[in-house]
């Protein structure tokens, strides 16, 4: 809770970069999931490190619990302020502070997009892979151990940050690692702020590998009679080491519901969106391979594009496939799913997922990084319904008991906010009362992002 | 320290499994590098994790260190009995539990080394790839975050585990995630575990990622007339994406050593070993632009091999170079430096280190994963001469300050140790009181690995 002191204390801080306007308390309540909103007592605006570490002195000392906060993209209600307290937003700290071609890195303020940093990237000939679909924060990403469309080949956000500056919950700031790319100098706090969501430290500051535009870029879209046949066309490709750059699944629903929203006209059955990169020779070499082992499994009429124009077309559509599949039902928002199962497994895993939901009254669809073993059912569900929520929890429920039967997870990429800790015990037994017991240690007053995580 | 009443209950746990001969607790006292000699009171040999958590609570209830051992070829004292106590030796748990093709994956017992991994791995078609040059054990390797000649293109320790299970200090027994490749689910125990130096739990198990044996592989001997010939071409090779799966340095003294260690001619001037894997056309792709950089940095005759029989002599020179170097003064043992620094400035750091040993009375010689920016400075020093280990630390203390002001690491591979405790606060600050914090969480009474690390 925000006491009036606290608020006087931090008001005196920020001055205007602090609101208590109903407009920015809701808006910070809510990310694009279903789970209620939630607000803060209020919201500040840092601009520096050094503010956050002020703000979390000023917190620490109140008991104050405060609740990072990026663009709010975040889908199992990681920012929801459930004991009130302070919604930090980072979006003030979006400077790319320095692009290093030649270490091939760079470090930008917790604030900036993964499509702003790009944006600084690209005129340079460089880019960051990472792709959660959302235009999300660099700062958020991390936090949520994100990966995307680009993880099969270049990783998710834990092979791809080399180095954190953090506020902790007491104000101290750490930076947890140089720039080397590789060092066995004590634990590994970088990999430990990776995926914790705000509970432990925020994140203000990254140093992010970055990557050489491919000589050649080649994209395809393939459209196959079953999800048997797309899914094990990424399998058996993954398994004989073609280093696809993305592949991506979406079943005939979600084709639908992009075909309409883009006014496209892709067959309506499950497409693999497949992208290489490489050398031209390396590029045409592997997809050469994978038409050939789609072939195998029944792959119709592959549509290529080489042309930026014509790649950036073709994404865009499977990008805001989300926001497409939600226009099918106006005023809906999304459950989504997020299970990973290891690749053997993935077809029997996506199957039996879809024998449940033919059996659910609920509209759903399926899309998926099916190259990691990853995949979202989305269920355009009504926030009002309690019934329709119950169901697609209880289906989700029984994706996730199949999953972890399979070794699998819970989540290959949201994360576990407050919509999946029912799941992490399930999951890893007595091993979350070790993550409890690092929670302790580094916030004793559980005021980072309490209720998250653990 | 080990007290009769707990060391009689770990005899009636372990019966002839328990050893306090003087042979025994001489070999648990000493690994590779040239710290002292520091056996502990007994050596016990566990069979499975669950007499490991048997060991761990006797140990726990009766205060007694407990140091766990995989085949002793670290290099910076992490096994000495500082405080005496148990050394937990695991090389009778080397069983290969699972090899599974399809999920690109093996689990193994802590105490199998990579060689015998790769053992079974190999007549299947597929392969480990972390190679630290010693035969060492997959828990010693995860346990110090090793890496090694593949790192540049497979990546460390830290990017080839899937998932560990672990004994903690007072023998409870977590397993920090499934087998997904990729998981939100909570805290990164996998990664906090590994680079943790048996100080915050006790490797048994691990999952690893396994890779097909590559289509084409060819090596290459680069010899140049200066060392900075020799890494500009790693730099450039690496800044321009060529997936080179090995590019190893060794300055002509230690092309001296092999050349004389195995009866070899190579041209005694720095030299790069490298290695290409893929299709046989991207393998020849790789090696021509290559060798096509090194033209510009002035590269002499180059020798390939692409037979299996023809790469393995040539790589076991490499991997043998640490012994080969020692051979040139018999009785010596190796100080062994292990900076790591931001490509663009490896260059410069190693052209003022050989600078600084040009000035020393001491033999040294480097080699390095230069394509990592990693290079190991080795000193052949007198283990009985205070002033050659004098000497040889304060050469590598200017190492470490130079790598540090590069924003590089006191050791990329090697780990902290006995050897590194004082470098860890130059390059972590702050960070290494929120080490001791998890530390003090997991193992509040210090009995894993005492005085490592934190």
């Known amino acids: ?11 005196g801080q920020l001055g205007e970069r602090l609101s208590t306007s109903e407009t920015e308390l809701q808006r910070h309540g809510r990310d694009e999931s279903y789970h209620p909103v939630t607000p803060p007592d209020a919201v500040v605006y840092p601009e520096s490190t050094d503010e956050v570490a002020h703000i979390a002195r000023t917190c620490h000392a109140h008991g104050v619990p405060m609740i990072p906060f990026g663009i709010g ?3 199992e209600g990681h920012i929801a302020a459930i004991d009130g307290g302070v919604s930090i937003d980072l979006s003030r700290m979006n400077r790319v502070l320095a692009v290093r071609p030649d270490d091939l890195d760079a470090t930008a303020q917790a604030g900036v997009t993964r499509r702003r940093l790009n944006g600084v990237l690209e005129p340079q000939g460089y880019f960051f892979p990472v792709d959660p679909g959302a235009d999300a924060t660099l ?6 151990r994100a990966s995307g469309t680009t993880t099969v080949r270049y990783g998710s956000m834990r092979d791809n940050v080399l180095s954190l500056v953090a506020v902790l919950a007491d104000g101290r700031v750490i930076r947890t690692a140089g720039r080397a790319a590789k060092s066995s100098a004590g634990y590994d706090l970088t990999r430990l702020l990776i995926g914790s ?20 870029i080649s994209a395809a879209v393939c459209p196959f009679p079953t999800v048997e046949g797309a899914v094990t066309t990424v399998i ?21 519901a992009v075909n ?21 020779a390396s590029v045409q070499e592997q997809m050469e391979e994978v038409v050939g082992i789609g072939g195998e499994n029944s792959v119709g009429t592959v549509r290529t594009a080489t042309r930026a124009e014509d790649r950036n077309r073709l994404w865009r559509a499977r990008h805001e496939a989300l926001y497409a599949v939600l226009a099918l039902r106006p005023g809906s928002r999304g459950l989504i799913t997020d299970v990973c199962v290891p690749l053997s497994q993935l077809a029997t895993c996506i199957t039996e997922t879809r024998d449940d939901l033919a059996r659910s009254s609920l509209l759903a669809t399926i899309v998926g990084h099916v190259g990691d073993g990853n995949f979202h059912t989305v269920f355009m569900v009504d926030p009002d319904s309690r019934a329709e929520i119950e169901e ?20 290959g990429e949201h994360g576990i906010g407050l919509g999946k800790k029912d799941f992490l015990r399930a999951e890893h037994g007595e091993a979350v009362e070790v993550m409890r017991e690092v929670k302790r240690a580094l916030d004793p007053r559980n005021l980072l992002n309490p209720g998250k995580v653990v």
């Open 236 to 256: 058996r490709t993954i398994q004989l080491g073609i280093p696809i750059a993305r592949a991506e699944l979406l079943d005939e629903v979600a084709v639908d």
């Open 1 to 11: 809770m925000l006491t009036p002191t606290a608020l006087a204390e931090l008001r």
């Open 260 to 280: 309409r929203h883009h006014g496209l006209d892709y067959d309506v059955t499950p497409t693999l969106f497949l992208e290489f990169h490489g050398s031209p």
């Open 392 to 411: 697609a929890t209880e289906l989700n429920r029984r994706m996730v008991e199949r999953a972890l039967r399979m070794d699998g997870t819970c989540t």
């Open 73 to 75: 993209s975040s889908l």
């Open 197 to 216: 969501e705000g509970t432990l430290g925020i994140i203000t500051e990254l140093t992010v590998r970055i990557y050489g535009t491919p000589e050649a």
């Open 139 to 144: 700062g958020g990403m991390a936090a949520t």
